[in-house]
């Protein structure tokens, strides 16, 4: 299916200007009319033009409710004495439609019937305009910043492009800033139309058609064939809608086109879908202006609300959100953030910069006052007309203070490596930079980053830096001085403190320091290999791991045995190995689901291990190692990622003995983990020491969406529609078990209801979000709508069957049957003689060659 057609055609220039209140703004300073707002608007053609347009403002004042003839204005711009049109927004107007249209006998009148036989779509066009005109200006300021970016130093798209993404609510591709630097913008462009996401603020501004926010309008677009299941976008569904409403009105003398106001030196820059005909029927352009609504200021919020900022950094940037609007559009206007210092009152200028997400302060006006510890600052700003308090944010200044290496990073720096290390001080808002020196006096910048308000961590590149002193120099801004900090880089190779391991297991853990340059490690003939090097207060911790089991199966509890490590580098070094007991095991002999009887669960799991979130799991284990549990021994179950977990045990009634050796376990996962658990889950014993089994798998753990109803037409062609609550927890639906033709559900759905595939059978088949590879059955029996009426056949009149009279053979046919007309009937009717008669004269008459052929 064909997508929407792009706004990329040029249109005419729309001039506008509002007031209120004796003051003036031009259109793209106002996000909302009032009753009362005077409106001039003067469309911008070019000296030679030539089509004559008419110009014509009309307001509407709901669905069902057609506006008045004295709600129309019109102006011939043709006119010599032409200098604008002027209207005044009356009581009880909702919208405003602005329509350039080509001069012809009746326009006019033409476009007044028009609007008010079908008021309901041109109100629903000018909220889809306006949603859709929002939602470009965010598209365009996204492109436009990455393509700046680009074009600058493509290196800064990695850091900037997620700034960006927040500022404006829009949803980008992570991938992209995988590729390498000069790949990233074109591969951040692609797919403009899809990059709009849901936006609260925009849809609130502008009024709802019905019952309903404009996103519940704008989802239902997505549920059509036209939008082909694949657009989330607000921005296409409008795009969408737009163009199903003003085709309606299509006639053979007029076409009715969308134009898109594009905001640009306060004018409405208008672009087209179809380039505009002069010909029948000849096109109609409709433009939207705000609606007609109280005024809804920017939600806008820090991103933290605690941090403080260095108001002497001349690059001071807060970082804020919820309202992408205000870095996208110019409706918020005299922006300034408002603090009072010493006595005095500052209100410093600030500017909306989506690249670096959120406003950039001007610090000039407060002329070298240096603000106190922790002020308050507040935003504050006008919304079109209406004046605006936002968010507050804590400044203050620099001062001088004592910086100290964190005391876990007292020997934290070797040379030949990158590290990182921490430095404190009371307060490090106002940090500017940190550089380093070497003992051989090289100096070179370091990179570093805010970790607390009183902490900086800083990344040092050590490896070809030479042991012995080294200082950092910690530069705040505002302050003349920097910060000398004196520290040591240590040049000593690794130290391998020990390598413990437990009986039969093979796997051990290798403790010592600079553990990244150990190779491998033998024990006995056992090869172990490094894995994830970890560092903890100086100490280094590197697992290590053999594919000889059978060698490692042979250590046995209380040895002392000695290994080799083989470093990188090829030397080699002497180790102490511990032999610690066999740690717990436990088997899994058996487990049941018990499902919630209460729940209107209507998906049959095809996979005995997917474990309903709203049952409970009952799961015997048998002890191994030792062969008995004790009372104190709990199992451990959690999530593949050991973000959710708990503790089963005897004293709390969820672990019971069966007898010396068996037990069963129960779980509850809605108690245990709450409503955002889910995936593959994990059990382990630990025992009274606190020694821990390794994980073994349990179940898969998934949570369900409750479907209602699923309705289908009658043709099969055309989609079904699903109702139920919790929609987003579906992957995908499908109208087949082999999932032919599946339908992906978009991430995060917010709504009710689902556009899905007409089932091959009665049945539809979903993958839960929680458990992709596995297809389930839908227990919900499709209510297919009646096949239509078939329309009625024409009479026939009635026929006399007729015999012919000569059989094949040439002889009379003994049941011949003469045809009856109704003068014949009327004459011999009640004359059985006269009809005999009659057949006999007739046989006779009848010639031979009269057969059928």
Not at 327 to 343: E, I, K, V, W
């Amino acid at each position: 299916m064909a997508d929407p057609a792009p706004f990329d055609l040029q249109g005419p220039t729309l001039e506008i200007k509002v007031t209120r209140g004796g003051m003036s703004l031009p259109i793209t300073q106002v996000p909302n009319l009032s009753v009362g707002d005077r409106i001039w608007i003067h469309p911008d053609f070019p000296a030679t033009q030539a089509a004559h347009y008419l110009l014509i403002g009309a307001f509407l004042r709901g669905t069902t409710n057609p506006p008045p003839d004295n709600w129309f204005f019109k102006a011939e711009t043709w006119d010599k004495k032409f200098t604008g049109l002027n209207i005044t927004v009356p009581e009880g107007a909702q919208q405003v439609i602005i329509f350039l249209a080509p001069e012809t006998g009746g326009d006019f009148k033409t476009l007044i019937n028009a609007v008010k036989g079908r008021p309901g779509s041109f109100v629903r066009a000018s909220q889809d305009l306006n949603q859709a005109s929002l939602d470009r200006t965010r598209l365009d300021t996204y492109l436009a910043a990455v393509r700046q970016i680009n074009s600058q130093d493509p290196t800064k798209l990695k850091d900037a492009t997620p700034l960006l993404a927040r500022s404006l609510s829009v949803q980008f591709d992570d991938k992209c800033l995988q590729q390498q630097p000069d790949l990233q913008a074109s591969c951040l462009t692609a797919k403009q139309d899809s990059l709009i996401l849901d936006d609260g603020h925009s849809q609130s501004i502008v009024s709802a058609l019905t019952n309903g926010s404009a996103g519940d309008l704008a989802l239902e677009a997505s549920y059509t064939a036209q939008a082909n299941y694949g657009y989330y976008s607000p921005y296409i569904s409008s795009v969408m809608d737009i163009a199903r409403i003003l085709d309606s009105f299509h006639t053979a003398q007029y076409q009715y086109i969308p134009g898109l106001a594009s905001f640009h030196n306060g004018n409405y820059e208008l672009k087209l879908n179809a380039p505009p005909s002069f010909h029948n029927p000849k096109s109609v352009i409709v433009v939207a202006l705000p609606p007609v609504e109280g005024s809804q200021p920017p939600p806008l919020h820090p991103i933290d609300e605690k941090q403080a900022f260095c108001a002497e950094k001349k690059d001071l940037v807060l970082p804020v959100d919820g309202a992408p609007l205000v870095f996208s559009t110019p409706y918020a206007h005299n922006l300034a953030l408002h603090l009072t210092s010493d006595g005095k009152s500052f209100d410093l200028p600030l500017t909306p910069d989506a690249i670096h997400g959120g406003f950039q302060v001007d610090t000039k006006p407060l002329g070298g006052t240096v603000p106190g510890p922790n002020t308050e600052a507040s935003v504050k700003g006008v919304w079109g007309f209406s004046p605006f308090d936002g968010p507050k944010f804590h400044l203050q200044g620099a001062r001088e203070q004592k910086w100290e290496l964190a005391s876990t990073d007292q020997s934290a720096l070797v040379v030949g490596r990158d590290d990182t290390i921490h430095l404190e001080a009371e307060d490090a808002s106002c940090v500017d930079s940190v550089e380093f020196k070497d003992a051989s006096g090289k100096e070179a910048k370091a990179d570093w980053k805010l970790s607390k308000p009183n902490q900086l961590e800083v990344k040092l590149a050590l490896k070809d830096a030479k042991p012995g002193e080294l200082t950092l120099v910690v530069k705040q801004a505002g302050l003349e001085k920097p910060e000398p900090i004196a520290m040591k880089a240590y040049a000593e190779a690794g130290h391998l403190e020990s390598f413990t391991i437990h009986a039969g297991d093979p796997n051990g853990l290798l403790k010592g320091s600079r553990l990244d340059e150990v190779a491998s490690l033998t024990v006995k003939g056992a090869k172990f290999e490094p894995g994830s090097l970890s560092s903890s207060e100086g100490s280094d911790e590197l697992p290590m791991l053999t594919k000889d089991t059978k060698a490692a199966e042979g250590f046995t509890a209380g040895q002392s045995l000695d290994a080799t490590a083989t470093l990188k580098d090829g030397r080699t070094q002497s180790v102490s190995v511990t032999v610690d007991a066999s740690r717990p095991r436990i088997a899994l002999i058996g487990k049941n689901i018990e499902a919630d009887n209460s729940a209107n669960d209507n998906i049959q799991l095809a996979n005995q291990d997917e474990l309903p979130q709203n049952s409970k799991l009952v799961f015997s284990i048998k002890a191994q190692s030792p062969n008995s549990f004790k009372r104190e021994d709990k199992v451990e179950v959690a999530t593949e990622d050991n973000s959710y977990s708990t503790v089963l045990s005897m004293g709390e009634g969820t672990l019971t003995l069966q007898d010396a050796s068996t037990a069963l376990a129960t779980l509850d996962p809605a108690k245990a983990f709450g409503s955002s658990a889910f995936g593959p889950l994990r059990f382990r014993i630990v025992d009274a020491s606190g020694d821990k089994g390794d994980w073994q798998p349990l179940a898969t753990l998934v949570r369900l969406p409750q479907f209602k109803t699923l309705n289908c037409p009658y043709d099969t062609t055309q989609p079904c529609k699903l109702t139920g609550s919790n929609l987003f927890l579906v992957g995908s639906v499908a109208g087949d078990q082999q999932f032919s033709h599946p339908v992906q559900v978009p991430d995060g759905f917010p709504g009710g209801s689902l556009p899905v595939p007409h089932p091959a059978g009665s049945q539809l088949f979903v993958k839960l979000r929680d458990d992709p590879s596995v297809v389930n059955q839908v227990t919900l029996t499709a209510v297919v709508a009646p096949a239509p009426a078939p329309a009625a056949a024409p009479a026939q009149p009635s026929v006399t069957p007729v015999n012919p009279s000569i059989a094949p053979d040439g002889k009379p046919r003994p049941d011949y049957t003469q045809p009856s007309n109704n003068s014949s009937s009327n004459s011999t009717s009640g004359s059985p003689t006269n009809n005999a008669a009659s057949n006999s004269t007739n046989n006779a008459a009848t010639p031979s060659t009269t057969q059928p052929q």
